[in-house]
T-cell receptor, first 113, second 111 residues
Framework: EAGVTQFPSHSVIEKGQTVTLRCDPI?????LYWYRRVMGKEIKFLLH????????ESGMPNNRFLAERTGGTYSTLKVQPAELEDSGVYFC???????????FGSGTRLTVV | RKEVEQDPGPFNVPEGATVAFNCTYS??????FFWYRQDCRKEPKLLMS???SGNEDGRFTAQLNRASQYISLLIRDSKLSDSATYLC????????????FGSGTRLLVRP
């Protein structure tokens, strides 16, 4: 079974530019999550999709972040325009059941300079 | 106050030692509980779920005390390969289910 796949693995962009991160969940997993770890902090929730619907986006930092999951398969997370404080590792995770542990992708390390 | 509190460590132990990690959580809406392992620059990987009755997986034993809002992980006969950061994680239900992570406890197992 293929795991959760994220692309790119690394991205270095300048402040003010746009970056789009992609996540392919495990096939058949309705629940898809985005999390983020910024330097020196714990991993924090950003948002949760159930199929193509946003179930909870309470963790999104501000309106510079836009997540989509068209067709209920892969998801994208766009940051526009990027700021220095957006640097960190963005993890995607998926699960079949809401209370089970999730499977995480290997993350996208974003550096904004 | 953080929702999930862990001692950051590091715990530096010799091979073969037994080591215990503790974690407390503050959200009484916590539904399920986990220990994840994270290696340097890698993603978190589920180590084990944690149940009130206690559960064991080989050298690893996890325990949950809901009354005290306390979770523990015991590693027996430590191996060099156990060196990693151990994340205490709770699944909380508010507007949806979401995982709340502790900052992790770093374990170094030396030869």
């Amino acid at each position: 079974e293929a795991g959760v796949t994220q692309f790119p693995s690394h991205s270095v962009i300048e402040k003010g530019q746009t970056v789009t991160l992609r996540c392919d969940p495990i096939s058949g997993h309705d629940n898809l999550y985005w999390y983020r770890r910024v330097m020196g902090k714990e991993i924090k929730f950003l948002l949760h999709f159930v199929k193509e619907s946003k179930q909870d986006e309470s963790g999104m930092p501000n309106n510079r972040f836009l997540a989509e999951r068209t067709g209920g398969t892969y998801s994208t997370l766009k940051v526009q325009p990027a700021e220095l404080e957006d640097s960190g590792v963005y993890f995607c995770a998926s699960s079949q059941d809401l209370t089970d542990g999730y499977t995480f992708g290997s993350g996208t390390r974003l550096t904004v300079v | 106050r953080k929702e999930v509190e862990q001692d950051p460590g590091p715990f530096n132990v010799p091979e073969g030692a037994t080591v215990a990690f503790n974690c407390t959580y503050s959200n009484s809406a916590s539904q399920s509980f986990f220990w994840y392992r994270q290696d340097c620059r890698k993603e978190p990987k589920l180590l084990m779920s944690v149940y009130s009755s206690g559960n064991e997986d080989g050298r690893f034993t996890a325990q949950l005390n809901r009354a005290s809002q306390y979770i523990s992980l015991l590693i027996r006969d430590s191996k060099l390969s156990d060196s990693a950061t151990y994340l205490c994680v709770v699944n909380v239900m508010d507007s949806s289910y979401k995982l709340i992570f502790g900052s992790g406890t770093r374990l170094l197992v030396r030869p």
